[in-house]
């Protein structure tokens, strides 16, 4: 995991394990397209645009995409006593 400029590496207090080579660039191939957009757009898209595209951009947004891409595992945010 990339540490925050400024803060110390495990500040995020993160625990998710790395995505991987083909999760990373699956990712970047998004923010890239974002990216895109938003510039061709003057510099802001609304968050209902963002969301939209995020989620449902074929082949690269979370529901839109390859499972295998983006990962399937469902994690608790709690564990049961």
Excluded at 10 to 37: K, M, V, W, Y
Excluded at 40 to 64: K, N
């Amino acid at each position: 995991m990339k540490s925050i400029p400024g803060l110390p590496a495990d500040a995020t207090g993160s625990t998710l394990p790395d995505p991987g080579p083909d999760a990373r660039a699956h990712s970047l191939r998004l923010l890239s397209a974002l990216g895109a957009q938003i510039l061709a757009q003057g510099g802001w898209i609304g968050f209902d645009r963002y969301m939209q595209r995020a989620l449902y951009e074929p082949g690269l947004g979370y529901y839109a995409a390859k499972p295998a891409k983006i990962g399937t595992t469902v994690r608790p945010a709690f564990k049961h006593p």
